[in-house]
């Protein structure tokens, strides 16, 4: 007796990657099996990174599975194949198949072929991004096609992707989704001129890049500049090495002169009355950066001295959002001087073409997690050539790593870190990737 359902999209093993640079990765991947042996379950599956608030992402399907056991495909309609692109492992029985994420291009008896023109569309497959409490299937323009591939876009809600498959019978069922997931507005390359003119006096102004940083990638930032927060009319009694003009001007103000501060340090002061123990270069924290949407603002790190070129070096990782800048001074229309800061990673990787070796490049794992004091870093096959641990908001921290047996394992000591939420950074032969962990 042929074995019908109303409801059909479940249990198929799925593989998740998250890409976002070339070698620079923030990775996971695991299978959702279709052979589940509780058939009443309709099984749902949630990525462990989340998706940025209002970050919009590119999320690529491929794959094929079929709903009913191999013996059910004896007089398919349609045109099936032969077998699935990827083999569900839990399940030894397997042949036909008729489905992907968004087409039926085959049934697998006549009696459910009466009126089907194929392929047609079915909306089985369902996301959600709200940790499960609405669920969909997303929108593509991506036509039928024998790759079996399809592209959706989805905005992030600060939960992880979540997938599931409505078929609560799916004891038979067999093939794998792979799931590539891939930040829409990522920018391999950010530059940013803050003008700390402003006519607006009681207002902290404040610049906001265009293109959003890749959640979880290492950035490079460079900010070059000199700047004044003072009209030129005050350096008439300074103290310190004033330079006689800034590096860049601010097109707004036709006002220049006498310089004394960049990103890093006040190297001068404009008056003698000001200057009263003061003993420059000092460090400033006049200028402020945010990487969460403005949620939070930090004065960034950095290893470089005082030097006149007035450049300094940051490594900032991003959570999704474009970098906004800002000048904590709030009167600010006599000031004059731009600060250009230049932000750089990996570029993004354009697609995932071979899976099985972005299968090989994700075998690497970290656990427990969360911990209090270690964690275990496995790389299977892969060579750990070097580890570092950064904070969200990108500062280094010295961490204890201790090599067991060769070089595909190791143990990461974090026992004196502060608790909270953490970035490591794992450099292997083949790529560099990113994975969060909790010190609790």
């Given at each position: 007796?042929?074995?019908?359902?109303?409801?059909?999209?479940?249990?198929?093993?799925?593989?998740?990657?998250?890409?976002?640079?070339?070698?620079?990765?923030?990775?996971?991947?695991?299978?959702?099996?279709?052979?589940?042996s509780?058939?009443?379950?309709?099984?749902?599956?949630?990525?462990?990174?989340?998706?940025?608030?209002?970050?919009?992402?590119?999320?690529?399907?491929?794959?094929t599975?079929?709903?009913?056991?191999s013996?059910?495909?004896?007089?398919?309609?349609?045109?099936?194949?032969?077998?699935?692109?990827?083999i569900?492992?839990?399940n030894?029985?397997?042949?036909?198949?008729?489905?992907?994420?968004?087409?039926?291009?085959?049934?697998?008896?006549?009696?459910?072929?009466?009126?089907?023109?194929?392929?047609?569309?079915?909306?089985?497959?369902?996301?959600s991004?709200?940790?499960?409490?609405?669920?969909?299937?997303?929108s593509?323009?991506t036509?039928?096609?024998?790759?079996h591939?399809?592209?959706?876009?989805?905005?992030?809600?600060?939960?992880?992707?979540?997938?599931?498959?409505?078929?609560?019978?799916?004891?038979?069922?067999?093939?794998i989704?792979?799931f590539s997931?891939?930040?829409?507005?990522?920018?391999?390359n950010?530059?940013?001129?803050?003008?700390?003119?402003?006519?607006?006096?009681?207002?902290?102004?404040?610049?906001?890049?265009?293109d959003?940083?890749?959640?979880g990638?290492?950035?490079?930032?460079?900010?070059?500049?000199?700047?004044?927060?003072?009209?030129?009319?005050?350096?008439?009694?300074?103290?310190?090495?004033t330079?006689?003009?800034?590096?860049y001007?601010?097109?707004?103000n036709?006002?220049?002169?006498?310089?004394?501060?960049?990103?890093?340090?006040?190297?001068?002061?404009?008056?003698?009355?000001?200057?009263?123990?003061?003993?420059?270069p000092?460090?400033?924290?006049?200028?402020?950066?945010?990487?969460?949407?403005?949620?939070?603002?930090?004065?960034?790190?950095?290893?470089?001295?005082?030097?006149?070129?007035?450049s300094?070096?940051?490594t900032?990782?991003?959570?999704?959002?474009?970098?906004?800048?800002?000048?904590?001074?709030?009167?600010n229309?006599?000031?004059?001087?731009?600060?250009k800061?230049?932000l750089?990673?990996?570029?993004?990787?354009?697609?995932?073409?071979?899976i099985?070796e972005?299968?090989?490049?994700?075998?690497?794992?970290?656990?427990?997690?969360?911990?209090?004091?270690?964690a275990?870093?496995?790389?299977?096959?892969?060579?750990?050539?070097?580890?570092?641990?950064?904070?969200?908001?990108?500062?280094?921290?010295k961490?204890?790593?201790?090599?067991?047996?060769?070089?595909?394992?190791?143990?990461?000591?974090?026992?004196?870190?502060?608790?909270?939420?953490?970035?490591?950074?794992?450099?292997?032969?083949?790529?560099?990737?990113?994975?969060?962990?909790?010190?609790?």
């Amino acid at each position: 007796m042929m074995k019908r359902k109303k409801q059909l999209l479940n249990g198929i093993a799925m593989s998740f990657s998250i890409l976002l640079a070339e070698t620079l990765t923030a990775q996971v991947q695991f299978d959702f099996d279709a052979h589940n042996s509780n058939n009443s379950l309709i099984e749902e599956v949630f990525d462990t990174n989340p998706l940025a608030v209002n970050g919009a992402y590119y999320v690529e399907v491929t794959g094929t599975y079929s709903v009913w056991t191999s013996s059910f495909w004896s007089s398919p309609c349609g045109v099936p194949e032969n077998s699935p692109m990827w083999i569900s492992p839990g399940n030894p029985d397997y042949g036909k198949v008729g489905f992907d994420s968004e087409y039926i291009f085959a049934l697998p008896t006549f009696s459910a072929c009466s009126g089907k023109t194929f392929p047609y569309k079915t909306s089985r497959i369902e996301f959600s991004v709200d940790g499960g409490a609405t669920w969909f299937h997303p929108s593509t323009s991506t036509a039928y096609n024998t790759n079996h591939t399809y592209t959706y876009e989805v905005i992030g809600k600060g939960f992880g992707l979540g997938v599931r498959h409505l078929s609560p019978h799916n004891s038979d069922d067999y093939g794998i989704l792979k799931f590539s997931i891939t930040q829409k507005n990522f920018t391999c390359n950010a530059s940013l001129d803050f003008d700390t003119y402003n006519t607006t006096d009681t207002i902290i102004d404040t610049i906001t890049d265009n293109d959003s940083l890749a959640l979880g990638a290492t950035y490079s930032m460079n900010v070059e500049g000199t700047f004044s927060a003072w009209a030129s009319s005050f350096w008439t009694a300074p103290c310190g090495t004033t330079e006689s003009s800034e590096m860049y001007d601010s097109p707004g103000n036709p006002d220049s002169g006498d310089v004394g501060s960049d990103m890093e340090f006040d190297f001068a002061f404009p008056e003698s009355t000001r200057c009263a123990g003061q003993n420059p270069p000092e460090y400033s924290n006049r200028i402020e950066i945010s990487l969460d949407n403005g949620a939070t603002w930090i004065n960034p790190t950095t290893t470089d001295s005082y030097n006149l070129g007035h450049s300094y070096d940051y490594t900032v990782v991003g959570q999704g959002y474009p970098l906004k800048v800002r000048h904590n001074s709030a009167f600010n229309s006599d000031d004059y001087g731009i600060l250009k800061f230049n932000l750089s990673t990996l570029c993004p990787r354009k697609k995932a073409t071979n899976i099985s070796e972005v299968k090989s490049k994700t075998e690497i794992k970290l656990y427990p997690n969360p911990t209090d004091k270690i964690a275990i870093i496995e790389g299977h096959k892969n060579k750990l050539l070097a580890v570092k641990v950064f904070t969200l908001n990108g500062q280094e921290h010295k961490v204890n790593l201790t090599q067991v047996g060769d070089q595909s394992r190791v143990i990461l000591d974090i026992s004196h870190l502060a608790m909270g939420t953490y970035i490591v950074q794992i450099q292997t032969a083949e790529q560099m990737l990113t994975k969060k962990i909790i010190k609790k």
